[in-house]
Structures are given as C-alpha cells and as structure tokens.
C-alpha cells in the first residue's frame, strides 16, 4: 500500500487549495479513504472521509462548509479542497486507509495559511 499526497503549500487566510493524494496496492475503488491533519501541539484529528463509492462523507465540525472531499476511482486518487482557509488550519494533512485490518498513511503534506 502507498499513499502520496500533494498539492500543499502557503496561502493566505482566504485563500483556497486542493490536495490530492494518489493511492496504489490495493483496489482503491473498494475502500473508503480518509484525511487527517496533525496540527503543532495537538494530535492527529479526522478531517474528512469518504465512502468507497463516494455517496457518504463526513467532515470535521472545523471544516464543514469549507472543505470538500472527493475521490476518483477512475485514477486512484482521493482529494481534499480546502476553501476559506484559516490560519488555525495550518498543519500537515495526511490521507489514510484502513486495509486489511492495519491504518496506512502517507507522508503527509504541509498546509500553511498566514498572511
């Protein structure tokens, strides 16, 4: 299993970006995703997930309104478009799986939103 996310950077309070994170050894299509952040200080927290097919999501309470999770299996690929960023979302945003009873995770992706 290997995750690889991209599409982090520094944006200003506002501003908006979108992440991607392509995933491979396994059949994508039949498993939900998810995206975590690490915030300095804090542990990890559950951002937003997504069902295999993409007909369910959840979202943290932060995020509602703001971020959108989307998948497309077609090219193993899950996304977090992250809008009206704020500077408390700055953090390291990782995607993960849960495949064959174990969590895997990416190397992560560094989000910083500061004027």
């Known amino acids: 299993v290997q995750l690889v996310e991209s599409g982090g950077g520094l944006v200003q309070p506002g501003g908006s970006l979108r992440l991607s994170c392509a995933a491979s050894g396994f059949t994508f299509s039949r498993y939900g995703m998810s995206w975590y952040r690490q915030i300095p200080g804090k542990e990890r927290e559950l951002v937003a997930s997504?069902?295999?097919?993409?007909?369910?999501?959840n979202y943290a309470d932060s995020v509602k309104g703001r971020f959108t999770i989307s998948r497309d299996n077609a090219k193993n690929t899950v996304y977090l478009q992250m809008n009206s960023l704020k500077p408390e979302d700055t953090g390291v945003y990782y995607c993960n799986v849960r495949y064959g009873g174990l969590y895997y995770w990416g190397q992560g992706t560094q989000v910083t939103v500061s004027s």
């Open positions: 997504i069902s295999s097919v993409g007909g369910v999501t």
